[in-house]
């Protein structure tokens, strides 16, 4: 079987990932720094898949390192999840972001140069849309950012379109998630971030714990049903599959492809709160707060791409995926 190198297999999508890879014969290779996530992540994928996997710590910053890694092990594929990802933050300290996201990415691409790699799966993400189009969001639409986060996922979008450009023999997939919540059914992996929590599903989670008071609801006079906002809400194990189908296309063709991956259904902040309570059989606390400077009002993805190319679609229900990011919190509620 392919030997695929997971940037970023410690955090939540990439442990997701890497359990699918696991369970479908892949042998992997996982990098990570832990600057956003725990070793015992590692733990939990072996405990769920009875597989082992090859580890190495590595800030894709130091570009020897990455090399290494390279030369130590002849690498098929690489999944490309390692990045910072809070908008905020990225908004606070710009230089941090440009630096982490596009020159970690610039010295991964590096070392795959040298060492005949060619084959990348990135992830990009359903903000590369920007604040324009109309919905359902479409491939080909124009892309656009409007915060550092949104410009490292539109940049690295590029160079690796660039990278094709000089070379016809790389095979690059541009995954645009959408917004993935949920956890592995079994409870052992889910989402842990640190500090305070940026969206909105382990933000409840918080709440449902009583690590915080109530959730902030920002906006609900939204050109909505319910006047909150709507997001594409994607289940975090159906996105892993939409990985495994990835790298199958990858390692068949060569090219450049933008894919969704959402569900193609939006759902609001209220139906997710109120899914979320179903779950865990309590009332949440909210407050209405003003909206967010530069949140949208609603956005879905159209979702036919992703079907014709890799044969995937979603197939979680939003129950489902609140579900399981309760049995996972509640499981888990000092993190991993
Ligand atoms: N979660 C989302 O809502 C979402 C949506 C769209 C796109 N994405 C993108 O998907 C990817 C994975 O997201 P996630 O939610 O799993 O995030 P995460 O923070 O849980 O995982 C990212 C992992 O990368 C590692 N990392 C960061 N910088 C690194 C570096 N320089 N060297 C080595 N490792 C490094 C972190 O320690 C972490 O384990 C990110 O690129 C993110 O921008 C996420």
């Known amino acids: 079987m392919p030997n695929i190198l997971v940037t970023g297999g410690a955090g939540f999508i990439g442990s997701h990932t890497c359990v699918a890879l696991l369970e479908a014969g892949y042998d992997i290779i996982v990098a990570d720094n832990f600057s956003n996530s725990k070793p015992e992540a590692l733990n939990r994928i072996k405990t769920i898949t009875g597989k082992d996997l090859k580890f190495y710590k590595t800030d894709l910053l130091e570009l020897e390192a990455v090399e290494k890694i390279f ?5 098929d594929a690489v999944i490309h999840f390692a990045g ?3 908008v905020g933050e990225s908004v606070a300290q710009p230089v941090k972001y440009y630096h982490n996201n596009i020159t970690g990415t610039l010295m991964l691409i590096k070392a795959m140069q040298k060492y005949g790699c060619k084959k990348i799966v990135f992830s990009s993400s359903a903000t590369v849309y ?3 189009n109309p919905i359902p969001y479409v491939e080909d639409m124009p892309t ?7 410009y490292t996922k539109l940049f690295i979008e590029q160079i690796l379109k660039d990278v094709y450009t000089s070379d016809n023999e790389w095979s690059v997939s541009l995954l645009r998630y959408f917004n993935p919540i949920g956890a592995h059914p079994s409870g052992l992996i889910g989402e842990d971030p640190n500090g305070i929590p940026n969206n909105l599903l382990p933000y409840i989670c918080q709440v449902a714990v009583g690590k915080l008071e109530r959730l902030g609801v ?11 906002g709507v997001r594409d809400y994607i289940h975090v194990c159906d996105l892993a599959d939409g990985h495994l189908c990835a790298v199958k296309y990858v390692l068949k063709h060569k090219g450049v492809e933008a894919v969704n991956l959402g569900t193609g259904k939006g759902s609001s902040v209220f139906d997710v709160l109120h899914s979320f309570e179903k779950a865990c059989g309590k009332q949440l606390p909210y407050k209405v707060l003003p909206r967010r400077p530069g ?8 979702t036919d791409k ?3 190319l890799f044969g995937w679609e979603a197939k979680y229900s939003l129950d489902e995926m609140t579900a399981h990011s309760w049995n996972f919190i509640s499981k888990n509620p000092n993190g991993l």
Not at 71 to 75: G, M, P, T, V
Not at 218 to 228: C, K, L
Not at 295 to 302: Q, S, V
């Open 71 to 75: 030369a130590e092990n002849k690498i």
């Open 84 to 86: 910072y990802k809070a």
């Open 130 to 132: 920007g604040p324009v």
């Open 144 to 150: 656009s950012a409007t915060n550092p986060y949104g």
């Open 218 to 228: 920002f906006g609900d006079d939204y050109d909505t049903p319910d006047g909150t």
């Open 295 to 302: 949140d949208l009002p609603a956005y879905y993805a159209k």
């Open 306 to 308: 992703a079907k014709e």
